[in-house]
């Protein structure tokens, strides 16, 4: 019987690697583009009234909002990526 060539498993770091960096660098890029055009003091004014945050506040959650969101777009991509073989294996014949 041949069996298929199955594509040994990647080390975690290096799964975690191809999640985080990619979403990173998209999240600064993101960060740098919508504050371009956002203020963060104003903006937290029209959504949080009774809080004061800082620029640098302000700053720092959106780019950890920016990045969970392209963290989470690169995982699907990273589940859609897999090799299928390592789950459409053939039924036992009984």
Avoid: K
Avoid at 21 to 43: E, H, I, K, N, R
Avoid at 59 to 69: D, L, R, V
């Amino acid at each position: 019987m041949n069996t298929p060539f199955d594509h040994p498993p990647r080390p975690l770091a290096q799964r975690l690697g191809a999640i985080l960096w990619p979403s990173f660098f998209a999240a600064g890029v993101a960060t740098m583009v919508f504050f371009a055009f956002v203020d963060p003091v104003q903006l937290a004014q029209m959504t949080w009234p009774d809080f004061e945050i800082g620029r640098g506040v302000g700053y720092s959650i959106g780019f950890f909002m920016f990045w969970a969101c392209t963290a989470s777009a690169c995982t699907f991509t990273w589940i859609l990526l897999r090799p299928s073989s390592r789950f459409n294996r053939p039924l036992p014949r009984d």
